[in-house]
């Protein structure tokens, strides 16, 4: 949302800054399907969080991560419900002025962190995810015919162009650069105030327990990101994780069944 924000206010003719967050650029289409698609046909957006890699090797607090990983969501301008990808490369070819991470304020002078090492990260993270889903339509079209499309086009710059940053500001008068609005695209957290029990949440405000499964007796969870897998938060999983937490209910309840395998 930041990025579109960002994007919008530029369209506008303003001029704009936008304090980078540690995310990279992420790819709307390709290959004749929008990247949603892939990640559901390998199976990723369905998979649970403890089948994830660094669970199954048994990394040191592989189930946390896993959790708290983000997923490359893209709204994105666009025409023909189509979207756009997400280009950092591009926005900064637009006119659009990427600092670092905001560190905070003296006065009305805002201080930031180099952006130079962010984007280096993030325009790796750009191409490895990019490498990944066209790995996947390679093998998908290996058995089948592949589409003639115009999808080169959603691939973010970073992908196929060298890239070196310049040096960002470090700094930001904001009255000499005649900044006179500042929108905040934090994203947000969960907060359970009226949740007045103790032992069964995080510092984080996340559930604590297993998988929707709280610690303390009777209290289920359902619907938070990454609670069982990628797609816990989305509409369209409610009924595969009910399905799951069905028996832990029935246990607490002293009750017994199969829950079936139709969907939920």
Not at 30 to 36: E, I, V
Not at 37 to 58: F, K, N, P
Request: glycine residues 10%.
């Amino acid at each position: 949302s930041g990025a579109q924000i960002a994007q919008d206010l530029r369209a506008s003719g303003r001029r704009v800054y936008w304090s980078l967050a540690e995310r990279h650029s992420h790819t709307r289409r390709l290959r004749g399907k929008d990247s949603m698609t892939w990640w559901d046909m390998a199976g990723r957006i369905h998979q649970h969080v403890r089948e994830s890699a660094g669970v199954l090797a048994g990394e040191p607090d592989a189930l946390r991560k896993a959790r708290t990983a983000e997923f490359p969501l893209i709204s994105g301008k666009g025409t023909g419900g189509r979207g756009s990808s997400i280009s950092l490369l591009a926005m900064h070819r637009e006119g659009i002025t990427l600092l670092g991470r905001l560190q905070g304020f003296d006065a009305d002078i805002a201080r930031f962190a180099d952006v130079r090492p962010q984007l280096r990260i993030a325009v790796e993270a750009t191409r490895a995810e990019y490498a990944y889903l066209d790995s996947l339509a390679s093998a998908y079209y290996a058995t089948r015919p592949e589409p003639r499309t115009d999808d080169a086009r959603y691939i973010p710059e970073e992908v196929y162009l060298h890239w070196e940053p310049d040096a960002s500001p470090r700094e930001l008068d904001l009255n000499a650069a005649g900044i006179r609005s500042v929108v905040l695209a934090t994203g947000f957290v969960a907060e359970w105030p009226w949740l007045d029990v103790t032992g069964v949440l995080d510092e984080h405000g996340y559930p604590l327990g297993e998988f929707g499964v709280s610690p303390q007796p009777g209290l289920f969870f359902i619907g938070m990101h990454n609670l069982q897998r990628m797609s816990s938060s989305f509409l369209c999983n409610g009924g595969r994780d009910a399905r799951d937490l069905l028996p832990a209910i029935l246990q607490h309840l002293g009750r017994s069944g199969s829950t079936g395998s139709g969907a939920g």
